[in-house]
T-cell receptor, first 113, second 114 residues
Framework: GAVVSQHPSWVICKSGTSVKIECRSL??????MFWYRQFPKQSLMLMAT?????????EQGVEKDKFLINHASLTLSTLTVTSAHPEDSSFYIC?????????FGPGTRLTVL | GENVEQHPSTLSVQEGDSAVIKCTYS??????FPWYKQELGKGPQLIID?????GEKKDQRIAVTLNKTAKHFSLHITETQPEDSAVYFC?????????????FGAGTQVVVTP
C-alpha cells in the first residue's frame, strides 16, 4: 500500500508558459501533501505543505504566485509552475502523509527551454 | 528549525560487506526518523523508520539505531548487494506538530561493487 503517482513523469516547455503537475495518492487518503524540488546531486528541498481544503503553506524563499498549489481532495494535489523560466528546470517530487509517514511519488522532470 | 547532517557523502563497499550511514539532528523535539532510498531518476522510497520511543529497529538486512541523548541515528545495511547501490537520505520530523514536515540530510551515494 501507500502508493503515490505523479503526472506527467517528464515535461518540456517553452519559457513563459505554465505547467501543471498532478500528484495522487492511489490507495490512501492524504490530508497533507508536500511538494519538493530536487536539483541534480542535491537533497530534497521542501517547497510547500498542502492541506486538503485550505491554502498551502510555502517555505521561505518560495514564490507562492509562481508555484500555485491546489489540494482539492484527499487524493489529489496539483502544482502549477506559472511563467516558467529555465531556472525552474528541476525534478519536482510530491509526497502524501499517512499517519505521520511520508510516501513519495516518482517525480516529474521539468525542463524549460 | 531542525538541521540534519549526514555522513559520509559517498560510500563504496564490496558486495557482502556492511554499510553504515550516520546522521545527527539539532531539534530535541524531533521524534520521527525515516530513511529513504532514491534510485536515479526516481522518487525516494521509504526503507525503514524509527520513532523516538525505541532505540533500534530491524528489517531483514536493514537496521536503524537511535540515540536521543546524543541526537544521532544510523542506518546499517548488512550483506550488501549491487541492488543496494543508490542515494540514501535520512530525515527528521517533529511529527504532527508541524504537519509532519521532514528535514532531510544531504544524502549518501552508496556504491556496492561486485
Amino acid at each position: 500500500g501507500a502508493v503515490v503517482s505523479q503526472h506527467p513523469s517528464w515535461v518540456i516547455c517553452k519559457s513563459g508558459t505554465s505547467v501543471k503537475i498532478e500528484c495522487r495518492s492511489l490507495d490512501f487518503q492524504a490530508t497533507t501533501m508536500f511538494w519538493y524540488r530536487q536539483f541534480p546531486k542535491q537533497s530534497l528541498m521542501l517547497m510547500a505543505t498542502s492541506n486538503e481544503g485550505s491554502k498551502a503553506t510555502y517555505e521561505q524563499g518560495v514564490e507562492k504566485d509562481k508555484f500555485l498549489i491546489n489540494h482539492a481532495s484527499l487524493t489529489l494535489s496539483t502544482l502549477t509552475v506559472t511563467s516558467a523560466h529555465p531556472e525552474d528546470s528541476s525534478f519536482y517530487i510530491c509526497s502524501g502523509d499517512r499517519v505521520d509517514e511520508q510516501f513519495f511519488g516518482p517525480g516529474t522532470r521539468l525542463t524549460v527551454l | 528549525g531542525e538541521n540534519v547532517e549526514q555522513h559520509p557523502s559517498t560510500l563504496s563497499v564490496q558486495e557482502g560487506d556492511s554499510a553504515v550511514i550516520k546522521c545527527t539532528y539539532s531539534d530535541s523535539a524531533s521524534n520521527y526518523f525515516p530513511w529513504y532510498k532514491q534510485e536515479l531518476g526516481k522518487g525516494p522510497q521509504l526503507i525503514i523508520d524509527i520513532r523516538s520511543n525505541v532505540g533500534e529497529k530491524k528489517d531483514q538486512r536493514i537496521a536503524v539505531t537511535l540515540n536521543k541523548t546524543a541526537k544521532h541515528f544510523s542506518l546499517h545495511i548488512t550483506e550488501t548487494q549491487p541492488e543496494d547501490s543508490a542515494v540514501y537520505f535520512c530525515a527528521a520530523s517533529t511529527g504532527t506538530d508541524s504537519w509532519g514536515k521532514l528535514q532531510f540530510g544531504a544524502g549518501t551515494q552508496v556504491v556496492v561493487t561486485p
